[in-house]
Protein backbone atom coordinates (compact mmCIF):
# COMPACT_ATOMS: atom_id res chain seq x y z
CA UNK A 1 0.00 0.00 0.00
CA UNK A 2 1.23 3.71 -0.55
CA UNK A 3 2.25 6.25 1.38
CA UNK A 4 -0.57 7.95 0.82
CA UNK A 5 -3.44 4.83 1.70
CA UNK A 6 -1.71 4.01 4.85
CA UNK A 7 -2.31 7.69 6.02
CA UNK A 8 -5.88 7.77 4.54
CA UNK A 9 -6.50 4.44 6.54
CA UNK A 10 -5.12 5.40 10.07
CA UNK A 11 -7.64 8.60 9.46
CA UNK A 12 -10.10 6.48 8.98
CA UNK A 13 -9.05 4.31 12.01
CA UNK A 14 -9.07 7.54 14.14
CA UNK A 15 -12.03 8.72 13.32
CA UNK A 16 -13.42 5.25 13.83
CA UNK A 17 -11.61 5.39 17.63
CA UNK A 18 -13.22 8.58 18.43
CA UNK A 19 -16.61 7.80 17.38
CA UNK A 20 -16.45 4.23 19.41
CA UNK A 21 -15.69 6.79 22.65
CA UNK A 22 -18.14 9.01 22.15
CA UNK A 23 -21.02 6.22 21.95
CA UNK A 24 -19.39 4.67 25.29
CA UNK A 25 -19.52 7.75 27.15
CA UNK A 26 -22.83 8.98 25.75
CA UNK A 27 -22.75 12.04 26.90
CA UNK A 28 -23.81 15.29 25.32
CA UNK A 29 -20.98 17.00 25.14
CA UNK A 30 -18.28 14.45 23.75
CA UNK A 31 -21.24 14.27 20.82
CA UNK A 32 -20.76 17.92 20.06
CA UNK A 33 -16.76 17.25 20.18
CA UNK A 34 -17.31 14.55 17.98
CA UNK A 35 -18.87 16.51 14.89
CA UNK A 36 -16.64 19.63 15.76
CA UNK A 37 -13.32 17.01 14.95
CA UNK A 38 -14.64 16.18 11.80
CA UNK A 39 -14.63 19.44 10.41
CA UNK A 40 -10.67 19.58 10.88
CA UNK A 41 -8.56 19.41 8.15
CA UNK A 42 -4.97 16.88 8.20
CA UNK A 43 -2.61 17.30 5.43
CA UNK A 44 -0.07 14.36 4.85
CA UNK A 45 3.45 15.53 5.98
CA UNK A 46 5.86 15.63 3.86
CA UNK A 47 9.55 14.60 3.60
CA UNK A 48 12.32 16.43 1.05
CA UNK A 49 14.35 12.97 -0.23
CA UNK A 50 17.65 14.89 -1.29
CA UNK A 51 17.91 12.51 -4.59
CA UNK A 52 19.13 14.60 -7.56
CA UNK A 53 18.38 11.62 -9.98
CA UNK A 54 14.62 11.53 -8.97
CA UNK A 55 14.55 15.25 -8.80
CA UNK A 56 16.20 15.64 -11.91
CA UNK A 57 13.90 13.24 -13.23
CA UNK A 58 10.52 15.22 -11.65
CA UNK A 59 11.16 18.16 -12.67
CA UNK A 60 11.82 16.89 -16.58
CA UNK A 61 8.67 14.35 -16.62
CA UNK A 62 6.83 18.42 -14.92
CA UNK A 63 8.09 20.24 -18.09
CA UNK A 64 7.23 17.35 -20.30
CA UNK A 65 3.57 17.29 -19.09
CA UNK A 66 3.14 21.20 -19.34
CA UNK A 67 4.45 21.29 -22.65
CA UNK A 68 2.10 18.37 -23.84
CA UNK A 69 -0.63 20.90 -22.14
CA UNK A 70 0.44 23.84 -23.86
CA UNK A 71 1.80 23.14 -26.79
CA UNK A 72 -0.30 19.58 -28.48
CA UNK A 73 -3.39 20.29 -26.47
CA UNK A 74 -4.15 24.04 -26.17
CA UNK A 75 -2.03 25.34 -29.35
CA UNK A 76 -2.00 22.43 -31.94
CA UNK A 77 -5.41 20.70 -30.99
CA UNK A 78 -6.98 23.83 -29.39
CA UNK A 79 -8.33 21.56 -26.88
CA UNK A 80 -10.03 24.67 -24.56
CA UNK A 81 -12.58 25.29 -27.69
CA UNK A 82 -15.71 23.69 -28.51
CA UNK A 83 -15.94 21.77 -31.46
CA UNK A 84 -18.91 21.71 -34.97
CA UNK A 85 -18.47 19.26 -37.18
CA UNK A 86 -22.21 18.94 -38.53
CA UNK A 87 -21.68 21.83 -41.01
CA UNK A 88 -24.71 22.80 -42.93
CA UNK A 89 -24.13 23.66 -46.85
CA UNK A 90 -25.95 24.44 -50.02
CA UNK A 91 -23.95 25.15 -53.40
CA UNK A 92 -24.87 26.24 -56.76
CA UNK A 93 -23.35 26.51 -59.59
CA UNK A 94 -23.90 27.82 -63.10
CA UNK A 95 -21.78 27.27 -66.43
CA UNK A 96 -21.32 30.08 -69.41
CA UNK A 97 -19.24 29.00 -72.75
CA UNK A 98 -20.27 29.04 -76.60
CA UNK A 99 -18.64 26.84 -79.13
CA UNK A 100 -19.34 25.35 -82.75
CA UNK A 101 -18.85 22.07 -84.08
CA UNK A 102 -18.37 20.67 -87.84
CA UNK A 103 -17.68 17.12 -88.53
CA UNK A 104 -18.15 15.81 -91.62
CA UNK A 105 -20.79 12.91 -89.96
CA UNK A 106 -23.17 15.37 -87.88
CA UNK A 107 -22.29 18.78 -90.05
CA UNK A 108 -22.29 21.85 -88.00
CA UNK A 109 -23.30 22.38 -84.32
CA UNK A 110 -23.79 25.11 -81.69
CA UNK A 111 -23.21 24.15 -78.34
CA UNK A 112 -24.50 26.33 -75.49
CA UNK A 113 -24.64 25.69 -71.74
CA UNK A 114 -28.35 23.96 -72.00
CA UNK A 115 -26.72 21.75 -74.84
CA UNK A 116 -23.63 20.38 -72.79
CA UNK A 117 -24.41 20.50 -69.10
CA UNK A 118 -26.15 17.92 -68.09
CA UNK A 119 -28.00 18.28 -65.61
CA UNK A 120 -28.74 22.13 -66.33
CA UNK A 121 -30.15 23.34 -63.22
CA UNK A 122 -27.24 23.74 -61.74
CA UNK A 123 -26.60 21.11 -58.89
CA UNK A 124 -23.65 19.96 -56.71
CA UNK A 125 -22.81 16.89 -59.70
CA UNK A 126 -23.15 17.92 -63.33
CA UNK A 127 -21.20 16.60 -66.15
CA UNK A 128 -20.08 18.41 -69.07
CA UNK A 129 -19.85 17.57 -72.59
CA UNK A 130 -16.48 17.06 -74.75
CA UNK A 131 -16.92 14.70 -77.29
CA UNK A 132 -19.60 12.76 -78.48
CA UNK A 133 -20.89 10.21 -81.38
CA UNK A 134 -24.60 10.99 -82.71
CA UNK A 135 -26.27 8.30 -84.89
CA UNK A 136 -29.39 10.22 -86.36
CA UNK A 137 -32.51 9.21 -87.87
CA UNK A 138 -32.91 5.92 -85.75
CA UNK A 139 -36.44 4.33 -86.63
CA UNK A 140 -37.68 0.95 -85.44
CA UNK A 141 -37.32 -1.62 -87.83
CA UNK A 142 -34.95 -4.61 -88.89
CA UNK A 143 -31.54 -3.74 -90.08
CA UNK A 144 -28.02 -5.83 -90.02
CA UNK A 145 -25.81 -5.63 -87.40
CA UNK A 146 -22.51 -3.57 -87.75
CA UNK A 147 -19.88 -5.82 -87.48
CA UNK A 148 -15.97 -5.02 -86.75
CA UNK A 149 -13.22 -7.34 -88.58
CA UNK A 150 -12.12 -8.75 -85.35
CA UNK A 151 -15.61 -10.44 -84.72
CA UNK A 152 -15.36 -11.24 -88.48
CA UNK A 153 -12.49 -13.26 -88.07
CA UNK A 154 -13.65 -15.19 -84.83
CA UNK A 155 -17.28 -15.62 -85.98
CA UNK A 156 -17.28 -16.63 -89.77
CA UNK A 157 -19.16 -20.11 -88.99
CA UNK A 158 -22.51 -17.70 -87.82
CA UNK A 159 -22.77 -16.07 -91.42
CA UNK A 160 -26.09 -15.77 -92.26
CA UNK A 161 -27.52 -16.70 -96.16
CA UNK A 162 -29.46 -13.55 -96.94
CA UNK A 163 -31.06 -13.30 -100.23
CA UNK A 164 -29.16 -15.73 -101.38
CA UNK A 165 -25.39 -14.13 -100.19
CA UNK A 166 -23.37 -14.52 -97.38
CA UNK A 167 -23.53 -10.93 -95.55
CA UNK A 168 -21.48 -12.04 -92.44
CA UNK A 169 -23.99 -10.56 -90.00
CA UNK A 170 -27.23 -11.00 -88.65
CA UNK A 171 -30.48 -9.23 -88.78
CA UNK A 172 -32.05 -7.74 -85.64
CA UNK A 173 -34.76 -5.74 -84.71
CA UNK A 174 -33.89 -2.88 -83.10
CA UNK A 175 -33.34 1.05 -83.80
CA UNK A 176 -31.96 1.37 -87.10
CA UNK A 177 -29.33 2.15 -88.39
CA UNK A 178 -27.20 0.53 -85.55
CA UNK A 179 -24.95 3.15 -83.13
CA UNK A 180 -22.29 4.18 -85.22
CA UNK A 181 -19.19 3.36 -82.98
CA UNK A 182 -16.31 4.96 -84.06
CA UNK A 183 -15.27 7.82 -81.55
CA UNK A 184 -13.23 11.21 -82.50
CA UNK A 185 -9.83 10.98 -81.91
CA UNK A 186 -10.35 14.68 -80.94
CA UNK A 187 -12.53 15.98 -78.25
CA UNK A 188 -15.11 18.22 -80.84
CA UNK A 189 -16.02 19.91 -77.89
CA UNK A 190 -12.32 21.05 -77.35
CA UNK A 191 -13.18 24.90 -76.80
CA UNK A 192 -14.95 23.89 -73.74
CA UNK A 193 -11.74 23.84 -71.97
CA UNK A 194 -12.27 27.92 -72.12
CA UNK A 195 -15.60 27.70 -70.43
CA UNK A 196 -16.14 29.16 -66.99
CA UNK A 197 -18.20 27.75 -63.77
CA UNK A 198 -19.79 29.68 -61.03
CA UNK A 199 -19.54 27.47 -57.73
CA UNK A 200 -21.46 29.23 -55.21
CA UNK A 201 -21.15 27.36 -52.07
CA UNK A 202 -22.99 28.73 -48.49
CA UNK A 203 -21.85 26.91 -45.26
CA UNK A 204 -23.75 27.42 -41.66
CA UNK A 205 -22.47 26.15 -38.28
CA UNK A 206 -25.87 25.92 -35.96
CA UNK A 207 -24.28 25.64 -32.66
CA UNK A 208 -22.11 28.81 -32.93
CA UNK A 209 -25.16 30.30 -35.58
CA UNK A 210 -22.48 31.17 -38.27
CA UNK A 211 -22.74 31.40 -41.74
CA UNK A 212 -20.27 32.19 -44.28
CA UNK A 213 -20.26 32.11 -48.67
CA UNK A 214 -17.19 31.63 -50.80
CA UNK A 215 -18.37 34.92 -52.74
CA UNK A 216 -16.99 38.72 -51.74
CA UNK A 217 -19.36 40.83 -50.20
CA UNK A 218 -19.00 43.68 -51.93
CA UNK A 219 -20.99 46.59 -53.61
CA UNK A 220 -19.57 46.20 -57.29
CA UNK A 221 -21.42 44.55 -59.47
CA UNK A 222 -18.86 43.98 -61.59
CA UNK A 223 -16.96 42.21 -60.08
CA UNK A 224 -18.19 38.80 -60.77
CA UNK A 225 -18.03 39.68 -64.39
CA UNK A 226 -14.81 40.10 -64.64
CA UNK A 227 -12.73 38.07 -61.79
CA UNK A 228 -11.61 34.96 -62.13
CA UNK A 229 -10.49 32.71 -59.25
CA UNK A 230 -6.84 32.90 -58.17
CA UNK A 231 -5.23 31.95 -54.89
CA UNK A 232 -3.63 34.61 -53.98
CA UNK A 233 -5.30 37.28 -55.38
CA UNK A 234 -8.75 36.74 -55.98
CA UNK A 235 -9.42 33.91 -52.82
CA UNK A 236 -13.05 34.66 -52.99
CA UNK A 237 -14.44 34.78 -56.49
CA UNK A 238 -15.79 31.73 -57.15
CA UNK A 239 -15.65 31.80 -61.09
CA UNK A 240 -13.56 29.04 -62.79
CA UNK A 241 -11.31 28.56 -65.85
CA UNK A 242 -12.78 24.49 -66.84
CA UNK A 243 -9.32 24.22 -67.99
CA UNK A 244 -7.27 25.19 -64.84
CA UNK A 245 -10.13 22.92 -62.29
CA UNK A 246 -8.43 19.86 -64.91
CA UNK A 247 -4.67 21.32 -65.19
CA UNK A 248 -4.74 21.58 -60.87
CA UNK A 249 -5.59 17.68 -60.97
CA UNK A 250 -2.20 17.00 -62.68
CA UNK A 251 -3.56 16.19 -66.30
CA UNK A 252 -4.24 17.96 -69.49
CA UNK A 253 -7.91 19.11 -70.68
CA UNK A 254 -7.49 18.16 -74.01
CA UNK A 255 -6.84 14.29 -73.11
CA UNK A 256 -9.26 13.86 -70.90
CA UNK A 257 -11.77 15.35 -73.02
CA UNK A 258 -11.68 12.73 -75.42
CA UNK A 259 -12.58 9.78 -73.08
CA UNK A 260 -14.28 11.80 -70.38
CA UNK A 261 -13.12 11.47 -66.76
CA UNK A 262 -14.52 12.87 -63.30
CA UNK A 263 -13.09 15.24 -61.58
CA UNK A 264 -13.47 16.10 -57.34
CA UNK A 265 -13.67 19.31 -56.08
CA UNK A 266 -13.05 19.83 -52.68
CA UNK A 267 -13.91 23.20 -50.55
CA UNK A 268 -12.70 22.99 -46.79
CA UNK A 269 -13.84 25.36 -44.51
CA UNK A 270 -11.37 25.45 -40.91
CA UNK A 271 -12.61 27.83 -38.83
CA UNK A 272 -11.16 29.13 -35.62
CA UNK A 273 -14.79 31.67 -34.25
CA UNK A 274 -12.37 33.12 -31.40
CA UNK A 275 -10.40 35.19 -34.65
CA UNK A 276 -11.95 37.67 -37.29
CA UNK A 277 -14.87 36.24 -39.45
CA UNK A 278 -12.27 37.01 -42.04
CA UNK A 279 -9.54 34.46 -41.37
CA UNK A 280 -12.60 31.89 -42.05
CA UNK A 281 -11.74 31.30 -45.51
CA UNK A 282 -12.43 28.48 -48.05
CA UNK A 283 -9.56 26.00 -49.14
CA UNK A 284 -10.21 24.61 -52.33
CA UNK A 285 -8.17 20.87 -53.72
CA UNK A 286 -9.11 19.37 -57.06
CA UNK A 287 -8.62 15.54 -57.86
CA UNK A 288 -8.90 12.96 -60.82
CA UNK A 289 -11.49 10.69 -59.54
CA UNK A 290 -11.72 7.95 -62.03
CA UNK A 291 -8.36 6.59 -62.25
CA UNK A 292 -5.49 5.88 -60.45
CA UNK A 293 -1.60 5.34 -60.75
CA UNK A 294 -1.85 1.38 -60.98
CA UNK A 295 -5.05 0.98 -63.20
CA UNK A 296 -6.28 3.45 -66.22
CA UNK A 297 -7.60 0.75 -68.45
CA UNK A 298 -11.11 1.73 -66.88
CA UNK A 299 -10.97 5.55 -66.81
CA UNK A 300 -13.42 8.07 -68.72
CA UNK A 301 -16.86 8.56 -68.42
CA UNK A 302 -19.24 8.33 -70.82
CA UNK A 303 -23.02 7.56 -71.29
CA UNK A 304 -26.00 7.77 -73.56
CA UNK A 305 -29.19 9.83 -74.57
CA UNK A 306 -31.73 9.95 -77.15
CA UNK A 307 -33.85 12.48 -78.18
CA UNK A 308 -37.29 11.20 -79.59
CA UNK A 309 -39.45 13.55 -82.91
CA UNK A 310 -42.24 12.42 -84.93
CA UNK A 311 -42.17 12.78 -88.87
CA UNK A 312 -44.88 14.20 -90.78
CA UNK A 313 -46.80 10.93 -90.78
CA UNK A 314 -46.46 10.58 -86.92
CA UNK A 315 -43.95 8.08 -87.24
CA UNK A 316 -41.38 8.37 -84.10
CA UNK A 317 -37.88 8.24 -84.63
CA UNK A 318 -34.75 9.70 -82.62
CA UNK A 319 -31.43 10.61 -82.51
CA UNK A 320 -28.87 9.01 -80.43
CA UNK A 321 -26.21 10.71 -78.79
CA UNK A 322 -23.24 8.71 -76.92
CA UNK A 323 -21.39 11.30 -75.58
CA UNK A 324 -17.89 11.89 -73.91
CA UNK A 325 -17.46 14.60 -70.85
CA UNK A 326 -16.09 15.27 -67.67
CA UNK A 327 -18.08 14.49 -64.41
CA UNK A 328 -17.51 17.14 -61.54
CA UNK A 329 -18.52 16.15 -58.16
CA UNK A 330 -18.31 19.43 -55.43
CA UNK A 331 -18.01 18.16 -51.74
CA UNK A 332 -18.19 20.18 -48.99
CA UNK A 333 -16.18 19.44 -45.30
CA UNK A 334 -15.98 22.16 -41.84
CA UNK A 335 -14.93 22.19 -38.87
CA UNK A 336 -15.47 24.94 -36.54
CA UNK A 337 -14.14 25.85 -33.08
CA UNK A 338 -14.95 28.76 -30.04
CA UNK A 339 -13.46 28.53 -27.03
CA UNK A 340 -15.75 26.87 -24.01
CA UNK A 341 -14.90 26.60 -20.21
CA UNK A 342 -16.10 22.90 -20.24
CA UNK A 343 -13.34 21.74 -22.57
CA UNK A 344 -10.62 24.08 -21.03
CA UNK A 345 -11.21 22.75 -17.61
CA UNK A 346 -10.77 19.18 -18.96
CA UNK A 347 -7.77 19.58 -20.57
CA UNK A 348 -6.54 20.96 -17.37
CA UNK A 349 -7.75 18.13 -15.19
CA UNK A 350 -5.86 15.53 -17.77
CA UNK A 351 -2.73 17.79 -16.70
CA UNK A 352 -3.25 17.95 -13.55
CA UNK A 353 -4.06 14.40 -13.11
CA UNK A 354 -0.82 13.37 -15.07
CA UNK A 355 1.03 15.28 -12.92
CA UNK A 356 -0.24 13.66 -9.76
CA UNK A 357 0.38 10.33 -11.31
CA UNK A 358 3.88 10.41 -11.33
CA UNK A 359 4.55 12.05 -8.37
CA UNK A 360 2.46 9.21 -6.58
CA UNK A 361 4.67 6.95 -8.64
CA UNK A 362 7.68 8.46 -7.03
CA UNK A 363 6.36 8.54 -3.41
CA UNK A 364 6.29 4.63 -3.58
CA UNK A 365 9.99 4.90 -5.20
CA UNK A 366 11.15 6.82 -2.48
CA UNK A 367 9.49 5.06 0.48
CA UNK A 368 9.68 1.11 -0.52
CA UNK A 369 12.68 1.18 -2.80
Not at 286 to 292: A, V
Request: hydrophobic share 40%; proline share 3%.
Amino acid sequence: MSAGGLAAAAACLSVLSVFLTRAHSGGMAGWGLFFVSLLNYKTEKYVIAENRRIGILFRLYQLAVLGYIIGWVFVVRKGYQEREEAVQTSVITKLKGVTLTNSSETGLHLWSAEDYVIPPNGEQVFFIVTNYIETPNQRLGFCSEVSTPEWDESHQQFSILISEQFTGTCEINAWCPVEYSKRPSEPLLSDAENFTIYIKNFIRFPKFEFSKSNVLETSDDSYLKRCSYDREMHPYCPIFRLGDLVSWTGHDFQDMAVKGGSVGVLIEWNCDLDKDSSRCNPQYSFTRLDMNLNNSVTSGYNFRYARYFKDQNGETYRTLYKVYGIRFDIMINGQAGKFNIVPTLIAIGSGVALLGAVSNLLKYYVVYV
